[in-house]
């Protein structure tokens, strides 16, 4: 009979306990989205940083993505809410010399870019069915590594503005540093 009473007793307690405070609970909010470094997709962005890319070009991005395929290692980036601009970067490593370089790799009509590697290059591509132009640098970097950035404009981008990202992929390709692969 007792252990019914404390029973009893308890629920009530228990009860009129809850019912005392009607106050709402405050949800949390949910917190910001964490910001990710480009390096952390691995292979080629392990080279490039958010931050250092919209300093040289402008762009700002926050996704990123990479692949490595034998010698060959890559990373796109993006922003999240928009497929175009895209900023491509591609590093191969490889046994050419500067002669076959200009051969073989730098493109008729490309205009050469002094102080880069041991010899590089700058071009405009024409705009394709869903992209507008293309800038292109590509350089033969001294540690026997090509490497290549490509900047695809949304459609509609004027050929002009693309020529001024060349200007603008020279001096982001002079800070990255592809012995760090």
Do not use: N
Request: hydrophobic residues 45%; proline residues 5%; neutral net charge.
């Amino acid at each position: 009979m007792r252990a019914r009473t404390w029973l009893a007793l308890s629920a009530v307690l228990l009860a009129t306990g809850c019912a005392e405070d009607a106050s709402e609970v405050e949800v949390p909010a949910a917190p910001p989205p964490a910001e990710v470094a480009a390096a952390s997709s691995g292979g080629a962005c392990r080279l490039l940083d958010f931050a250092v890319i919209a300093a040289h070009t402008g762009g700002t991005f926050d996704v990123a993505a990479a692949t490595d395929r034998g010698d060959t290692h890559t990373c796109v980036v993006r922003a999240q809410a928009a497929a175009l601009p895209e900023l491509t970067l591609s590093v191969t490593d490889t046994s050419i010399d500067a002669a076959t370089f200009t051969a073989d790799v730098q493109p008729r009509g490309a205009a050469k870019v002094t102080k880069l590697g041991k010899i590089a290059y700058r071009r405009t591509v024409s705009k394709t069915g869903k992209a507008g132009p293309v800038a292109e640098v590509g350089w033969l970097a001294g540690e026997d590594r090509l490497a290549s950035l490509r900047w695809a404009t949304p459609p509609g981008t004027a050929s002009a503005e693309a020529e001024k990202a060349t200007a603008k992929l020279v001096a982001l390709a002079k800070v990255i540093d592809t012995r760090r692969l």
